[in-house]
């Protein structure tokens, strides 16, 4: 099991930026994928980015460009850098974590990009 446990969100004007973090209860090192997901008001939970214990990105079309995702295993950290925020960017952020046939989710935090 994990418990992942998210940070740094907040109130940012638009085009300002904002670095979430994720820290795990244990190591990460042989989870498959981690990643970031988002939820607005009203609307379904989204994929922001994921990576693999490879390496290996995925963006949401949106975010590419503007957000870059890291992962380090030493630390057991995921982040989520995200420059240039939009209002639509507004959610709560979620961390997850994807370990063989088990899925493991954050609290989340909240990102607001309003002026």
């Known amino acids: 099991q994990v418990q992942l446990v998210e940070s740094g969100g907040g109130l940012v004007q638009p085009g300002g930026s904002l670095r979430l973090s994720c820290v795990a209860s244990r190591n990460i090192g042989s989870l498959a994928k981690m990643g970031w997901y988002r939820q607005a008001p009203g609307k379904q939970r989204e994929l922001v980015a994921i990576i693999t214990n490879g390496g290996t990105t995925t963006y949401e079309d949106d975010v590419k460009g503007r957000f870059t995702i890291s992962r380090d295993n030493a630390k057991k950290t995921v982040d989520l850098q995200m420059n240039s925020l939009k209002p639509e960017d507004t959610a709560v952020y979620y961390c997850?974590?994807?370990?063989?046939?088990?899925?493991?989710w954050g609290q989340g935090t909240q990102v607001t990009v309003s002026s």
């Open positions: 997850n974590a994807v370990d063989g046939f088990w899925e493991y």
